[in-house]
């Protein structure tokens, strides 16, 4: 220690004062517990879970991993978690096979978001690493929805970490490697449930999510679209930025079960395809009609999401539908 | 460039590195220049103005005392009181002035709703021109001797850990500092380790958690019950001091490893057993400033009752828009004078004389109801400084008093936990009047606290929320 002290004292910095050591007991104390909390994180967690981190940024790296590998792709989905279940891209590709169009499609959906994150990842994680040749892109009403502030607040916080300086974003990375840092968010979780709620990255094939066959949560939603809502502007603003690296671009409404329907008004449900039928004049874009794929409700796992079987039907029938016109 | 951002984590080790292997002279020129960069990370084009308040006020500081006649004196300090009101007044409340006449001219039938200039004020600014002008005005009375250096005076000026938030220090205790030479010891550095670890703690951990949920019902009273408008202004309370007081420690925390000292700008405020007490221990270096260069100038309580009242309320309600250019502030200043006010009648009555208590347990108990009288006058106030105006200020108030909704006591378990964790915090540096006094705790004590604060910022850390006084 005093060797230490005396390699960084300066005229400034004085360590090497009489008697008062740099490393007190209270600090020797705190990294001792540190330490212990590290260690024991460690031996509780078991080897396979990785930190979800701030979002499902396992996810998303594996996903952009996948998109790496691949040569070229003719067809990307964007969308949600709605986007990603429901589209298997190995299912859509084999059906438009069979009709004679070889393609090599790729599921870009991100889970959790409505279009202001959508875009934001988007542009930021899948465009850089491959331009299609066309995006489908998956639009649901829960989507657009300006009603749900923790899906808004949550897109937000994604959105924020695009903005990252790449020198924050390694220091990040770096401190992610400690347990207590990189599973903070599941070690609030146990603190309020006492149980580890672990999110494993569920990637499957070309960035497809499968969620198998486990029936999952329902929720009440609120409904509210607005045409010049931030929302509805992100995802013009991304239509507009694709089209101008000249990539296709296509609506296609995105998925919900009977009970969501149900929860929306009539106004509603006339204000989001009012919406949609907008932007798909305004950009002069495809907008697919694909009201007669919708399957019935015991095919959801959820409000939302497809089980597996499901969506490598609903992903056939889908390219059918687009590449028989 | 926020302190709880992975920037200033960065940042801030940097500076330091180069800062302990240079010479005095150096160390503040690399100083200002690490300040400079510290202010620019949130616009650049504001610095200009922070270089023409510096050297306005070095030059006029000089001019000021090399002048034998009074009236040269004077035109020395108006000149500088005209530079720094007026870029305070053309920045951060043009916007305030000009939407008031645009609404006072519709009163009168006048149409002046034409578009108009509308300006961003700049961080910080309400805090380094009183800076500023304390240190011209305390030239002006001949109790400060202007800065040698232009250097120096800059970074009395720019000084990063103060710059946008405070303390409002005075020159005479900043000056010097930066004039001579730093030694940071051993024991400044632990202490300044310690500050910042318990500013990040109560940013984090009280502050923010509070803050999420003051949020919300913030967002929307009308849809609240009384209850949860309660909560809404207990959690406020806890998050403005959180907010702010942790800003001060991690401000004297980061001064203290350059080996400079700030002022202590909290003294646990919540145990103030009146608004007189309160005053003195909330923002100390702001209400000092506005007791040194405002009240007393305006006659104090030299200049009989009506005078007094009157002075009293003028200094809380300028004090109030100093804050911000809304009527809301005005309106939070105005209840802060009228209860000083009323502080003041009461006390030169004789009626809190015959109600003094005795005995140890009655004095106690009295003791504590006057603590929590006085938290809550101060949490109604706080009402007006975070509601989004004044109609809604008041549209919250009649919730609180509406008893409407339904009374879900497990609602207050958040504010219940949070007072929990702050109070022995405060406690301690209370009854020590030192919150270094955690430091003479046993080491093993010291260590689990060290650890839990540590792993709770970890753990609640997420996104970096702004410091609330950084908009002022």
């Known amino acids: 220690m005093k060797f230490l002290s005396s390699i960084f004292s300066s005229e400034t910095l004085r360590l090497k004062d009489v008697g008062v050591s740099p490393l007190t007991g209270g600090f020797l104390v705190c990294l001792l ?90 542009k930021h994680m899948f465009l850089p690493l491959q331009e299609p040749k066309k995006v489908i892109l998956i639009v649901a009403p829960v989507d657009l929805n300006e009603a749900n502030e923790s899906v808004i607040r949550r897109s937000e916080d994604f959105i924020r970490t695009f903005n990252n300086e790449s020198y924050v974003a390694a220091l990040i990375d770096v401190f992610r490697h400690l347990y207590v840092f990189g599973f903070r968010a599941e070690i609030k979780d146990f603190i309020v449930s006492q ?71 009539k106004e509603e449900t006339d204000e989001f395809a009012i919406i949609l039928s907008k932007l798909a004049k305004k950009h002069e874009i495809e907008l697919y009609r694909a009201d007669d794929l919708v399957p019935d409700d015991e095919k959801f796992i959820d409000q939302f999401h497809l089980n597996t079987g499901a969506a490598h039907k609903y992903a056939a029938s889908l390219a059918e539908k687009i590449y028989k016109q | 460039m926020w302190f ?176 001579s030479k730093r030694h940071v010891s051993v024991w400044m550095i632990q202490t300044g380790v310690f500050l910042i670890l318990i500013g990040l703690f109560k940013k984090v951990v009280i502050a923010d958690t509070a803050g999420v949920r003051v949020d919300k019902i913030f967002a929307d009273p009308a849809a609240m019950s009384s209850l949860d408008l309660w909560r809404g202004m207990i959690l406020f309370s806890l998050q403005i001091y959180g907010d702010f007081s942790g800003y001060s420690n991690i401000a004297r925390g980061v001064s203290r490893l350059f080996g400079i000292e700030l002022s202590e700008n909290f003294l646990t405020p919540y145990f103030s057993k009146s608004i007189t007490e309160f005053w003195r221990r909330w923002h100390v270096s702001l209400s000092a400033w506005l ?22 309320m ?81 549209d919250y108030i009649s919730g609180l008093f509406s008893f409407r909704g339904d009374f879900n006591f497990r609602s207050i378990a958040v504010p219940a936990i ?21 430091l003479s705790l046993p080491s093993l004590i010291r260590g689990v606290m060290y650890a839990g604060m540590f792993v709770s910022i970890i753990l609640l850390s997420g996104n970096e929320v702004p410091f609330i006084y950084f908009q002022f």
């Open chain 2, 418 to 438: 949070l007072l929990m964790v702050l109070f022995p915090i405060e406690w301690m540096q209370y009854r020590k009047d030192d919150l270094m006094n955690f």
């Open chain 2, 4 to 179: 709880n951002s992975w920037e200033f984590f960065l940042f801030l080790p940097a500076v330091l590195a180069v800062y302990y292997v240079l010479t005095r002279r150096a160390q503040n020129i690399w100083l200002i220049a690490a300040s400079y960069f510290f202010y620019g990370w949130w616009d650049w084009r504001f610095l200009s103005l922070i270089i023409l308040s510096t050297t306005v006020d070095y030059l006029v500081s000089h001019y000021i005392a090399r002048s034998q006649v009074e009236a040269q004196k004077k035109l020395g300090l108006y000149l500088s009181l005209s530079l720094n009101l007026g870029l305070l007044a053309t920045f951060k409340y043009f916007n305030f002035f000009v939407d008031n006449f645009i609404a006072l001219g519709a009163t009168i039938g006048l149409d002046f709703d034409t578009p108009v200039l509308r300006l961003l004020p700049p961080v910080g600014i309400s805090f380094y021109t009183f800076q500023t002008l304390s240190y011209t005005i305390d030239v002006y009375r001949g109790r400060q001797r202007p800065a040698d250096s232009y250097i120096d005076f800059a970074l009395f000026v720019t000084y990063f850990p103060q710059l946008v938030a405070g303390p409002i220090e005075r020159a005479s205790k900043l000056l010097p500092q930066i004039e």
């Open chain 1, 33 to 122: 517990l540190l330490a212990i909390a590290e260690v024991g994180m460690r031996a509780v967690l078991p080897e396979s879970h990785k930190p979800r981190g701030s979002w499902h940024n396992l996810e998303l790296r594996d996903q952009a991993e996948q998109l790496r590998e691949m040569k070229d792709v003719d067809v990307m989905f964007a969308g949600s978690s709605i986007a990603a279940v429901n589209i298997p891209p190995v299912a859509f590709d084999s059906a438009a096979s069979e009709l004679g169009y070889e393609l090599d499609s790729f599921n870009a959906g991100i889970r959790g978001c409505n279009y202001s994150c959508i875009a934001a990842g988007f």
């Open chain 2, 291 to 312: 007791r040194d260069y405002l009240y007393i100038p305006l006659g104090g309580n030299r200049k009989g009752t009506v005078n007094t009242y009157r002075n009293l």
């Open chain 2, 314 to 394: 003028l200094t809380m309600l300028i004090g109030g828009f100093w804050h911000g250019a809304s009527w809301a502030f005005i309106v939070w200043g105005g209840f802060h004078g009228a209860y000083l006010a009323i502080h003041k009648f009461w006390l030169e009555s004789n009626w809190h004389l015959k109600s003094g208590q005795s005995g140890v347990i009655r004095r106690t108990v009295f003791n504590w109801l006057k603590i929590l009288l006085v938290f809550h006058l101060v949490s109604f106030t706080w009402i007006f400084f975070r509601a989004s105006d004044f109609a809604s200020a008041l």
């Open chain 1, 195 to 265: 149980k580890w709620n672990f999110e494993p990255s569920l990637i499957g094939e070309k960035g497809h999510i499968d969620m198998g066959y486990e029936p999952r949560n329902r929720y009440q939603y609120k409904f509210r679209f607005e045409e010049k809502g931030r929302i509805v502007k992100d995802l013009s603003r991304m239509i507009d930025d694709l089209q101008s690296r000249g990539i296709k671009v296509a609506i296609l409404p995105g998925l919900v079960d009977g009970s969501i329907r149900e929860m929306m008004s």
